[in-house]
């Protein structure tokens, strides 16, 4: 079976960078993943393409969020050690963050599920990169959901309530 390389391209490339996005949150640098996740792709040249692509999306964007993570520690104890920091308010940073916690709070399926959801995947793709069942991958979507919402609105609660 030959795989038309471009039309994949053109297919999921915004798909997959929406779905990095959320898990790194941060465009450019979701452009650039996916950007990786194509080349691999091209030197693996899997057999089930668009699901390997989101596979290998998901394992670079957690080895992303190690790298963040060993950042903000070094970040952390650079801002401890200097004298004078000086915060710039961004507007929609509040909101954005609201959002990354919730979906932190789910658990890895959930968030996963949710976000190949809304990368485009079907249910059948869904099922295939989570390990889900077909036909419960709907009802773990509509859970997810219910559960991000609440998160959410616990978070901007929270947030309200400091002000």
Do not use: C
């Not at 079976?1 to 053109?10: A, F, P």
């Not at 650079?78 to 004298?83: C, H, N």
């Not at 929609?92 to 890895?108: C, H, I, M, T």
């Not at 995947?121 to 069942?133: H, K, P, R, V, W």
């Amino acid at each position: 079976m030959s795989i038309d390389w471009d039309q994949l391209y053109r297919d999921t490339y915004e798909d997959l960078v929406r779905f990095l996005y959320r898990k790194v949150w941060d465009e450019e640098r979701a452009r650039d993943l996916a950007q990786e996740v194509f080349v691999r792709a091209l030197r693996h040249r899997p057999e089930k393409a668009r699901a390997w692509v989101f596979v290998t999306a998901a394992n670079l964007a957690r080895d992303e969020a190690r790298t963040v993570i060993r950042r903000r520690k070094h970040l952390a104890l650079i801002k401890a050690e200097s004298s004078e920091v000086e915060e710039v308010p961004t507007v929609g940073v509040e909101e954005r963050n609201r959002v990354q916690v919730a979906l932190d709070e789910l658990s890895d399926r959930d968030r996963d599920a949710l976000l190949l959801w809304d990368a485009g995947l079907s249910y059948d793709e869904i099922a295939a990169q989570t390990g889900l069942a077909k036909g419960a991958v709907g009802t773990t979507l509509s859970r997810a959901r219910k559960r991000l919402v609440a998160a959410y609105k616990e978070k901007e609660g929270e947030d309200v309530a400091h002000r």
